[in-house]
């Protein structure tokens, strides 16, 4: 990843949460390739200590922490090793977050003839596990909030405090599906904008990235087939994203930089912003 000019981030400590995942252990790289002191944290602790050894032997400033972002206790802790290592949290970079089979429809529409048949694994909306929902919503919208509740108390008038959130596509159309990551992720561009205004005389912005469609591990197998082939699902995500193509993780960074970067975005507060190739501003015709 090519260092941004003019973005100094020497004096900042950083908290990424899924921060070893693809999308997010992008943004801790660049994070510290930028000077910034980042704790990565995720549910994996060898994952995160990995990645931060990787950045550590490059010359960077990062430490891995585990951390539950649905555990208020878990949280805490991983604080109490962030204070004594680094300090206290200027950014929080909110990107821990994911689906579950259990939340999501086996076809895109509801037929008359689903009323009356018993296909085995076929599952309609009707069929949808509430455990699998709950986890669904749990790990996106309370898992950026609880970790915001923890983390964002020591930011009060430091003057330049900084939450970026991760959205979706799914929030402002939602996807056939996925009803509950699409409403999930829908409830946490809502509370983005919702703490944006709450926070906003005590000097911290909060924002979120909404990022289009990207080819990674985690939807792999969604999109591709075993031979390397785009499946059907995802050649139509691709002929509505009028770039033709998917996103890098990288190109997310540029969005990042200019959202944790105060002297550049010092009155942006409170807007998500897709970073999808064109995707949400096509209507198809």
């Known amino acids: 990843m090519k260092k941004l000019d003019k973005i100094d981030l020497r004096d900042k400590i950083i908290v990424v949460t899924g921060g070893a995942g693809e999308l997010c252990g992008c943004f801790s790289k660049a994070l510290a390739d930028c000077g910034a002191k980042v704790a990565i944290l995720d549910l994996r602790k060898e994952a995160a200590e990995e990645l931060a050894n990787n950045i550590i032997k490059k010359g960077g400033i990062a430490i891995g922490i585990e951390a539950n972002v649905l555990q208020i206790k878990s949280l805490l802790k991983a604080e109490m090793i962030l204070k004594r290592e680094f300090g206290l949290c200027n950014i929080l970079i909110n990107g821990a977050g994911g689906n579950h089979p259990k939340g999501t429809t086996s076809n895109e529409f509801f037929t008359f003839e689903d009323l009356n048949r018993e296909k085995e694994g076929l599952i309609t909306f009707f069929d949808l596990d509430q455990k699998g929902i709950e986890f669904v919503f749990n790990l996106n919208f309370l898992g950026t909030l609880l970790t915001t509740q ?11 405090g900084i939450i970026i959130n991760i959205s979706s596509m799914n929030a402002f159309t939602p996807l056939t599906k996925i009803p509950a990551y699409s409403g999930a992720k829908a409830a946490v561009s809502n509370f983005t904008q919702w703490l944006a205004v709450y926070f906003s005389k005590v000097g911290i912005r ?23 082939s785009l499946t059907s699902r995802a050649q139509k995500i691709l ?6 193509r998917f996103g890098t993780p990288e190109e997310l960074i540029g969005t990042l930089l200019w959202l944790v970067d105060d002297s550049a975005s010092s009155f942006v507060n409170g807007v998500i912003i897709p970073v999808d190739g064109g995707f949400s501003a096509y209507s198809g015709v």
Do not use: S
């Open 150 to 160: 923890v983390f964002a108390k020591h930011m009060i008038n430091q003057k330049c």
């Open 206 to 228: 909060v924002n979120a990235i909404a990022p289009g469609f990207f080819l990674t591990e985690q939807n792999r197998a969604l999109l591709t087939n075993k031979d390397g």
């Open 239 to 244: 002929n509505m994203t009028p770039m033709g």
